[in-house]
């Protein structure tokens, strides 16, 4: 609760009731997105008791708040090491100091229950204050200590992402992604959250998708399916005499085939006069992994400007007379 005599906005820092003694913190939202943000977080403000917000922090506040925050990184240190010394099968990631340097809190994640009343005895003697162990889950861990994903970018879960949804292979089969831990698992040794994003979309667009386990009836012969781009809405399929021979259809040939066959009708071949074609000039297109890759000599030849220039700065060179002192 913030008094009313105090007048707060977005960046303000400011000291707020804890147990025991007061944090800092930094505000963030006020006006009409505080109540947006408790609706979305499905919070009663009737309900609900509030910390305190005793004033704006002073520079006194502040010094000792920034002295708390480097000693988390020493105090982590010395934790694991004591956490080793008593056997303990748990990892201490993280460790976050109160703003009065009064009590800090010791994240960590481990498989098992385990019993770290030894530990609080041994931290409380080491660093002189009150110590209170917290557990998290991987996903938790990932998104406290941050880092770089596999797309270049920062975390998701340590950036913006605050609801944790668990995340099945189910998912990856839909996007027809590679069943590779080693791809498909984030920093949290968890599947990816970002799998998730657009599974929705795969599944809305395989509803149109013909059924796979049903053969194609030609006069050349029965044809079976391989693959599929699901976002293009095309098909690969095979003859069975001939599994080599990639061919791509799309899904409403497909579907003309199928109502052909169960009229006992039999077309001449897979393909007709709108079967889609890849671009082979632009795109080679892998038969074996269905990914769409360049060509690697496309490095190999530089371009034909680059060329002319070179050769019109020798001709300027053997043009340029010698100079006489």
């Avoid at 007048?7 to 007061?22: K, R």
């Avoid at 998912?171 to 992604?177: G, P, V, Y």
């Avoid at 579907?255 to 009229?263: A, D, H, T």
Wanted: net charge positive; glycine share 4%; hydrophobic share 30%.
């Amino acid at each position: 609760m913030v008094p009313d005599d105090l007048q707060l906005e977005e960046g303000d820092i400011v000291a707020v009731e804890a147990s025991p003694g007061h944090d800092i913190g930094i505000v963030t939202l006020t006006g009409e997105l505080v109540t947006l943000q408790m609706k979305k977080k499905k919070t009663d403000p009737e309900k609900t008791e509030f910390k305190k917000v005793y004033r704006k922090a002073k520079l006194s506040d502040i010094e000792k708040y920034v002295n708390a925050v480097d000693l988390e990184h020493k105090t982590m240190h010395g934790s694991r090491t004591a956490a080793s010394d008593l056997h303990l099968q748990m990892k201490i990631s993280d460790v976050e100091y109160q703003g009065d340097k009064t009590k800090a809190i010791f994240y960590y994640t481990a498989d098992e229950r385990v019993d770290f009343r030894q530990l609080i005895k041994v931290l409380a003697d080491m660093f002189n204050v009150r110590i209170e162990m917290r557990q998290i889950g991987m996903r938790q861990e990932a998104s406290r200590l941050g880092g770089i994903g596999s797309c270049g970018r920062e975390l998701c879960c340590a950036t913006w992402l605050t609801n944790f949804q668990s995340v099945s292979t189910n998912a990856a089969r839909t996007q027809q992604l590679s069943l590779n831990p080693q791809k498909l698992a984030g920093q949290c040794s968890k599947l990816k959250c970002c799998i998730n994003y657009e599974n929705d979309c795969y599944l809305d667009t395989l509803k149109d998708q013909p059924d796979t386990n049903v053969l194609l009836k030609t006069k050349k012969g029965s044809a079976r399916f391989m693959k599929s781009d699901i976002l293009r809405n095309l098909m690969w399929y095979t003859y069975l005499d001939a599994p080599n021979n990639f061919i791509c259809l799309t899904n409403q040939r497909v579907k003309e085939i199928m109502e052909m066959n169960q009229k006992n009708t039999l077309p001449e071949d897979l393909k007709d006069e709108n079967t889609f074609e890849d671009n082979k000039a632009d795109v080679a297109f892998n038969n074996e992994t269905g990914y769409q890759e360049d060509s690697l000599t496309r490095f190999d030849q530089a371009p034909k400007n680059q060329n002319k220039r070179k050769t019109k700065r020798k001709k300027s060179r053997r043009k340029r007379p010698d100079k006489k002192n």
